[in-house]
C-alpha cells in the first residue's frame, strides 16, 4: 500500500499514478484523550486501518498524483533518527573536502552512533526546502527512510525488520558548519518527507535498493543502499539499545557519495527503487 498526506491533512493511497481520496477512513481511528500515547497514531493503527483505507478509496475518483501538494507521510514522529556517516564513500568525500570537514578528523557510524534532528524540520515535498544561512554551504543528503510500526527496546537483529512499517525517500538537509550534527540538521524543513509511505510488504530487501538525487538536471548522487555500513537491521537493532522506538519514528539511514549544494531557485529530485520519486524546490529563508 502506498499512502500519503496531501492538501489540508487528507489521506490517500497512491495506484499507478493516480491518488484515491481515503480520508473517509480516518472516522476508523480510535479515540485519543490526554496526554496522548507517544508516536503516530496513524502509524501505529496502520494494520487495523488498512481495509478501511482501501475500502474509502474504492469509493473514490482519482485524481492525478502530481495534481496535489504532498506533505510528509508521518504527521507526529516521536523522534527522528540520523544515521552519521554510513557509506563508506560518503566518509571518503567528507574526509577529502575542507568544506564538509572544516578540519576535523572524519570517522564512520561506527565513531559516532547516531543523531537526532528535531521533529519541528520535518516537511513534505510541497512545503519545500527553506535555506537558513545562505552564506554558508546548504547541502542535500539523499537517504532511505524506515518508518518504525511496531515500537520497542532492545530489539534483536532477527527481528529488527518486523519492526519496520513502511519506507519512504528522506532528505537529510544539511548546513556545513562546526556545530553539533543536531543543529545543522535540525533546521526548520531541512528534514524531508515523501513522496508517500511504502509499506514493508512492498519491498523485499530494503538492503537492495538504488537511489538517487539530481539537482535541476545534475545527477549528484546514484548509489545503492547494499553499501550502507549499518544496515537496515543492524541500525534498528542499536538504535532501540539506546532508545525506546514508536510507531511512526523515523529512521534515516544515511547518505552515499555526491553530496553538494543547493542555493535558492534550485529543484531537487530523488528517487528510490520501490518507492518512487519527489521533486522539492528550495528557496531562501525570510525571517
Ligand atoms: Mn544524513
Redesign the pocket.
Known amino acids: 500500500m502506498r499512502l500519503c498526506r496531501y492538501d489540508d491533512d487528507k489521506l490517500g493511497l497512491i495506484r499507478g499514478d493516480q491518488l484515491f481520496d481515503a480520508t473517509a477512513a480516518l472516522t476508523h481511528l480510535p479515540s485519543l484523550s490526554w496526554p496522548v500515547p507517544p508516536g503516530d497514531h496513524l502509524i501505529a493503527n496502520l494494520d487495523v486501518m488498512r481495509p478501511a483505507l482501501e475500502a474509502a478509496a474504492d469509493d473514490s475518483h482519482p485524481v492525478p498524483v502530481d495534481s496535489v501538494a504532498l506533505l510528509s507521510p508521518v504527521a507526529n514522529p516521536n523522534k527522528i533518527i540520523?544515521?552519521?556517516v554510513n557509506y563508506h564513500k560518503h566518509h571518503e568525500e567528507a574526509v577529502a573536502d575542507s568544506e564538509i570537514n572544516l578540519g576535523r578528523d572524519i570517522k564512520t557510524i561506527d565513531t559516532y552512533g547516531l543523531f537526532m534532528k528535531a521533529n519541528s524540520s520535518l516537511v513534505g515535498p510541497s512545503q519545500g526546502v527553506d535555506l537558513h544561512f545562505t552564506d554558508r554551504r546548504n547541502d542535500h543528503?539523499v537517504?532511505l527512510a524506515m518508518i518504525i510500526g511496531q515500537g520497542g527496546s532492545d530489539i534483536s537483529r532477527k527481528d529488527a525488520m518486523a519492526h519496520v512499517a513502511a519506507y519512504a525517500i528522506g532528505l537529510?538537509m544539511?548546513v556545513r558548519g562546526t556545530e553539533d550534527r543536531s543543529l545543522r540538521?535540525g533546521i526548520d524543513t531541512y528534514s524531508v518527507l515523501g513522496p508517500w509511505l511504502v509499506t514493508a510488504d512492498e519491498i523485499a530487501d530494503p538492503d537492495k535498493l538504488d537511489l538517487e538525487i539530481l539537482v535541476n538536471d545534475e545527477v549528484r548522487q546514484k548509489s545503492n543502499t547494499e553499501f550502507l555500513i549499518f544496515d537496515c537491521a543492524k541500525l534498528i537493532e542499536y538504535t532501540s539499545s539506546f532508545m525506546t522506538l514508536y510507531p511512526g519514528d523515523i529512521i534515516?539511514t544515511?547518505?552515499p557519495e555526491g553530496v553538494g549544494p543547493v542555493v535558492p531557485g534550485d529543484t531537487m529530485h530523488a528517487a528510490i527503487e520501490g518507492i518512487g520519486t519527489m521533486s522539492v524546490p528550495v528557496r531562501a529563508h525570510e525571517a
Request: hydrophobic share 20%; charged share 35%; no cysteine.
Open positions: 540520523g544515521a552519521p543528503e537517504e537529510d544539511t540538521k534515516m544515511g547518505t
